[in-house]
């Protein structure tokens, strides 16, 4: 028996290989969530890499790129769409607004919240830094097709609609 054998029999797969069936893939039945947090840890360590040579850190480029996305959010807000803890997500503006690419001020509304706001030198990174992710991005999609890409993409889509319908 090989290792894959003993793997799927382990795991309870419908689709063990055998010699007689040698081209039938098989599909695990768990792992899926494993195989997906591998690819992002080492996408993101990639990403880490090509984002240093502009000094900036992971945390700091998702907090940037949501205010490129739209400017003016509350500091709540952005957290909530980092997926962070505010907590967490003030350290990392406190970061950014001592490297003059936010500002922070109170919503003259609403004095508990705080509004986040790119300045011209956050504005300017925007280039180079999604020019970091383009680059990772392209390393990422060596010798797969475009075709690969696009069912990766739907397959993802469809995992992550299958949560989100609980």
């Not at 768990?30 to 360590?45: C, K, P, S, T």
């Not at 997926?83 to 406190?94: F, P, R």
């Not at 696009?150 to 889509?157: E, H």
Request: charged fraction near 30%; charge should be positive.
């Amino acid at each position: 028996m090989t290792i894959r054998e003993t793997r799927s029999r382990a795991t309870g797969d419908a689709g063990v290989q055998t010699a007689s069936r040698a081209h039938a893939r098989p599909v695990p039945t768990i792992g899926l969530g494993r195989l997906l947090r591998e690819a992002d840890m080492i996408f993101n360590r990639a990403l880490r890499e090509e984002l240093a040579r502009h000094h900036v850190t992971f945390s700091q480029y998702q907090h940037l790129w949501q205010l490129w996305a739209e400017d003016n959010l509350a500091q709540v807000e952005l957290s909530r769409r980092i997926g962070i803890e505010t907590a967490s997500s003030t350290a990392v503006m406190d970061q950014l607004e001592r490297r003059g690419l936010i500002d922070r001020r109170r919503d003259p509304g609403d004095r508990r919240r705080m509004i986040v706001t790119l300045t011209a030198a956050g504005r300017k990174l925007e280039r180079p830094l999604n020019g970091c992710a383009v680059v990772v991005n392209r390393r990422a999609r060596l010798n797969i097709s475009k075709d690969e890409i696009a069912a990766l993409f739907d397959t993802i889509r469809k995992i992550v609609g299958n949560f989100r319908a609980k």
